[in-house]
């Protein structure tokens, strides 16, 4: 009952609307554009492939 938590950091997630509390040796993975890479990559009639890297 009678406990400590130490906050490291918070973090608002506006898009999401709620607030991330880190404590500890926490990592964030981060997010994902809003378009995907794999839209822009293009491949044409004579085999090649255009827009990966």
Same mark, same amino acid.
């Given at each position: 009952?009678?406990?400590?938590?130490?906050?490291?950091?918070?973090?608002?997630?506006?898009?999401?609307? $709620?607030?991330?509390?880190? %404590?500890? *040796?926490?990592?964030?993975?981060?997010?994902?554009?809003?378009?995907?890479?794999?839209?822009?990559?293009? $491949?044409?009639?004579?085999? %090649?492939? *255009?827009?990966?890297?």
């Amino acid at each position: 009952r009678d406990f400590q938590v130490t906050v490291r950091n918070i973090q608002i997630n506006s898009g999401a609307g $709620f607030l991330v509390v880190l %404590t500890g *040796e926490i990592m964030r993975m981060p997010g994902l554009p809003r378009k995907p890479l794999a839209e822009s990559v293009k $491949f044409h009639a004579d085999g %090649t492939v *255009e827009g990966l890297g």
